[in-house]
């Protein structure tokens, strides 16, 4: 681990956590169990954590009982601390049955004696528990480094697989309704850097959130034209020109181009579904179908997010969609669900998936500001408000401040932004 910032956060997450263990014993001195992760690496907060930590949970409760104490989330990930009337020897040993599962490999139950004593395998005479991917033993892997980082993750991610829930269908219509929320729904969230919001304008003097509002009102028939084209199987070039309106509506309406990039952006996920029925599963294949055709179709098409993208060597809106929108996909949409999952606040959860996108989308509209710098701010804030959230602290007073910094500098993430209402929208409908 060649991060100070992560080693000391860990480090005081562990300290913390064996505060609130003496904490709890001091309480009732009865044993008691910390139930949490064994991940390597800076993510603590892979898909599927949380549920694979609440089975856990419930397995030990029917097991010897349990009062729960805390379920809390620190740098090191989510965990669940409890207390057992059971003697601390059989709680250990039902601790070690859970752990000999399928996935268990990636559990830590540690068991606490009444007088503060861990009981571990050795007081029970019992070996080292193994390494993630061999059968030697953890520790002696871990220290001769034998497996590399990439290696751990792809296990990691294969035992949580089973963990990671499936999102029902997205029905065409359903999404097509929460499209427009999920653009509601990011326009509402509050503060967001250099973007609109209930505050302020951001750093786009040309907009309010009323004008905001209002080009969202104008989305639903957008989002019926696609439908009846989809219905009516027609051309391509059909599905274009019911963007194209959109876009003129939008403008004529509030005299500015406000969410151009999201017509574009959703009408490629509504088709995608129409054409997968709605499997999840499916879906990014076929949003990189569409995205195909389109391009091919209109290859020669001038714009400014082309030149910028150009000018840049950056593959921007336009590959992100041929490759089926993975910073959606494969990145933000898992881990905002983890985080409502594990019980964040709502807007916590918002900003979690707003920070994940900040270092993974190639925002034109960052660059056409603000230049290859402006990409790199983003991604270096959405790094650092990630792992502020995985603290636990308070986002607001950071997004404030970089609001102020961002509207100084003119630079906004409008590329961000559509990501989120379209994320917003998928959760809604897979709900």
């Keep these: 681990m060649n991060d100070p910032e992560l080693r000391a956060d860990l480090l005081a997450a562990r300290d913390a956590r064996a505060e609130q263990v003496q904490s709890a014993l001091a309480r009732n001195p009865v ?15 892979r898909p599927g954590l949380a549920r694979m930590l609440q089975a856990a949970l419930d397995s030990l409760h029917a097991a010897i009982g349990l009062e729960l104490v805390v ?11 409890a207390a057992s009337a059971a003697a601390p020897a059989a709680a250990k040993r039902a601790a070690m049955a859970i752990e000999a599962g399928p996935s268990g490999r990636l559990l830590d139950l ?16 019992l070996p080292p528990r193994p390494c993630l991917v061999c059968a030697e033993p953890a520790r002696e892997c871990i220290r001769l480094g034998r497996h590399s980082p990439e290696e751990l993750m792809e296990r990691v991610d294969a035992l949580l697989r089973p963990w990671r829930p499936t999102p029902r269908p997205l029905l065409p219509e359903t999404l097509a309704a ?60 059909a599905f274009v020109q019911a963007g194209i309106e959109a876009e003129q509506r939008m403008t004529q309406a509030i005299q500015c181009n406000a969410h151009k990039g ?22 990014p294949g076929a949003i990189a179908e569409r995205a195909q055709a389109f391009f091919a179709h209109f290859s020669a098409q001038d714009s400014h997010g082309a030149r910028i993208r150009g000018q840049h060597g950056l593959g921007g809106i336009r590959a992100e969609a041929l490759q089926g929108l993975p910073a959606v996909f494969e990145h933000g949409w898992p881990r905002y669900r983890e985080a409502l999952e594990t019980g964040w606040d709502p807007d916590h959860a918002a900003f979690y998936l707003m ?15 603000c230049g290859l710098e402006g990409l790199d701010r ?19 007073p950071m997004l404030a ?16 932004a559509d990501c989120m209402a379209l994320t917003f929208a998928l959760e809604e409908t897979a709900q």
Excluded at 71 to 81: C, K, Q, T, Y
Excluded at 112 to 124: E, N, S, W
Excluded at 355 to 369: G, H, I, K, P, Y
Aim: charged share 25%; aromatic share 6%; net charge positive.
């Design 31 to 45: 044993p008691v169990l910390m139930i949490s992760a064994n991940v390597p690496g800076p993510d603590k907060f």
């Design 401 to 416: 401040g970089l609001n102020q910094e961002y509207r100084a500098a003119g630079l906004t993430m409008g590329g961000v």
């Design 71 to 81: 379920s809390r989330r620190d740098r090191g990930g989510p965990f669940h601390l």
């Design 262 to 283: 999201y017509i574009f952006l959703a009408g490629l996920a509504l088709m995608g579904a129409w054409a997968c029925g709605g499997r999840p599963e499916l879906l």
């Design 110 to 125: 540690d068991v606490y004696a009444p007088d503060g004593v861990q009981v571990d395998r050795a007081l029970l005479g």
């Design 178 to 237: 929460n499209l427009s929320l999920g653009a509601l729904r990011e326009l509402e969230l509050t503060p967001k850097p250099g973007l609109v919001d209930r505050r302020d304008s951001g750093s786009h003097p040309d907009l309010s959130l009323a004008r905001m509002r209002a080009s969202v009102a104008l989305l639903p028939r957008y989002f019926d034209s696609i439908l009846q084209c989809s219905r009516e199987g027609r051309p391509l070039p």
């Design 378 to 396: 983003l991604r270096r804030d959405g790094a650092a408000l990630q792992r502020l959230l995985e603290r636990g602290h308070d986002p607001e």
């Design 355 to 369: 920070a994940v996108l900040m270092q993974r989308v190639e925002d034109t509209t960052a660059v056409s500001r």
